[in-house]
Each structure stands twice: as C-alpha cells, then as structure tokens.
C-alpha cells in the first residue's frame, strides 16, 4: 500500500520559515520524480516545486529564491524548506509522487500552511 505522509504546517507570521517532509512507503522511492503542490481556497491545485530521480529541481516563479526542495532516497522523505513566507502562500499543501513514463501517480492527504499578514 503507497501511503504520502505529509508534516510540518501551521500557522506562521510574514516573513517567517516553515519546513514541510514528505514521507514514503509502498513504493521504489527512488525511482519516482517527488513534489510539492498547493491548493488555495476557491483556487486550483498548482505546482510548487519538484525533484526528479536524479535530483534535478525545478520551482513555480513565484516561491524561486525562497523555498528548496530536496530529497533523500536513504530516508524516502523530500522537504521543502520555505522562507520569507508571504499570506499568498497560504495553502493547502500536497506532496506527490510519480514515475515516469507510467500511470503510477500517488498523493498524500495535504497539510495547512497558513501565513498571516
């Protein structure tokens, strides 16, 4: 059974930092492209930043320069470490996995971000 296993939200200040981890099992993690996506209310889900297999990143223009996204394999976890957080940041946070060239496409439940002003 694949199971995403997301932490690390809650309610932080402008300004301020805040580290989410994703956590997998069930699958070859290592093979799988990771990444981190968002849903605002009234909004669509929207892609924030992804890492390949073999750890190439790739980032939404708007979180470039303030959040990373790494992963570890030993681990089978990714995290995004978010600073100089913005109340536009405010989300719903949602970590996917997919493999490449197949149909195996996996989500985790979501975790809250919330950036006051």
């Known amino acids: 059974q694949v199971q995403l296993v997301e932490s690390g939200g809650g309610l932080v200040q402008a300004g301020g930092s805040l580290r989410l981890s994703c956590e997998a099992s069930?699958?070859?993690?290592?093979?799988?492209?990771m990444g981190w996506y968002r849903q605002a209310p009234g909004k669509q889900r929207e892609l924030v930043a992804t890492?390949?297999?073999?750890?190439?990143?790739n980032y939404r223009d708007s979180v470039k320069g303030r959040f990373t996204i790494s992963r570890d394999n030993s681990k089978k976890r990714i995290d995004l470490q978010m600073d100089s957080l913005k109340p536009e940041d405010t989300a719903i946070y949602y970590c996917?996995?997919?493999?490449?060239?197949?149909?195996?496409?996996?989500w985790g439940a979501g975790t809250q971000v919330t950036v006051s002003s």
């Open positions: 996917n996995a997919h493999l490449m060239g197949s149909a195996r496409d996996f």
């Open positions: 069930g699958i070859f993690f290592s093979s799988y492209n």
């Open positions: 890492v390949t297999s073999d750890s190439s990143t």
